[in-house]
């Protein structure tokens, strides 16, 4: 059994949330609405999962996730964002949330994330996904610093494995990739996996942010 905790300023949203994910697999073992409540429930429950709104009165989603990973840096954190979260989506990032998930989610895609972060993944939907992809974009543009400790292009990389960081660059999901390049989705996944070990990177969103710093977005020159 998963154990979640909900937090989010709107009770109509905490107990929707609550009613598409209780089930045989996942319980909810409390709903709150700020992150000061969050720590407390965190603090006395054994709380697998963290689903945090990004925005919420007296200790917001950003404040209480830097919290939670200073107290407890394992534990598996979703922000609940909505399309005009872009403010806030960067400062998330830095402080290493698991997965993101717009608030008009599926049952099945809410349910999908929190097993995938349980199970130390990470989640993101191809929206959000593009919203990283060009704010890192302006980032670069502006001149400011590397938000990878390198972002140099390891000459291990084979060329399958560079049109895949091409691929993840533009937000496209693995199912995309594997019909764009002829592949299984199984042989992508196992490409993933080497491109993060020779990288040294943590998910699929650092090499989506790898490609926009190595200029590999939105180009078909082979590298």
């Not at 994910?21 to 000061?36: F, L, M, P, R, Y």
């Not at 963290?50 to 830097?66: E, F, N, S, T, Y």
């Not at 494995?161 to 993840?168: A, L, N, S």
Request: with cysteine; glycine share 6%.
């Amino acid at each position: 059994m998963i154990t979640v905790l909900i937090a989010d300023d709107q009770e109509l949203i905490r107990d929707s949330l609550k009613i598409m994910i209780s089930d045989n697999e996942i319980e909810v073992a409390a709903t709150v609405k700020d992150g000061q409540e969050a720590l407390y429930e965190i603090s006395k429950n054994n709380i697998d999962v963290v689903l945090l709104d990004i925005r919420m009165p007296l200790m917001d989603g950003i404040a209480c996730l830097k919290r939670i990973r200073n107290l407890y840096p394992a534990l598996p954190v979703i922000m609940l964002t909505t399309f005009d979260d872009d403010e806030y989506v960067f400062e998330t990032f830095k402080y290493k949330a698991n997965g993101y998930l717009l608030k008009s989610v599926s049952r099945s895609e809410l349910k999908a994330a929190i097993k995938k972060v349980y199970e130390g993944g990470s989640w993101m939907p191809s929206e959000i996904m593009n919203k990283f992809i060009s704010l890192f974009s302006e980032l670069a543009i502006e001149g400011n610093k590397p938000l990878l400790k390198s972002t140099f292009i390891p000459d291990s990389l084979v060329p399958n494995e560079m049109k895949i960081i091409r691929g993840i660059g533009r937000g496209l999901s693995n199912k995309e990739i594997s019909y764009e390049l002829s592949l299984g989705e199984g042989t992508v996944r196992n490409y993933i996996s080497a491109i993060l070990s020779k990288l040294n990177l943590r998910d699929r969103t650092q090499i989506a942010i790898f490609a926009v710093q190595n200029a590999l977005v939105d180009t078909g020159d082979e590298q």
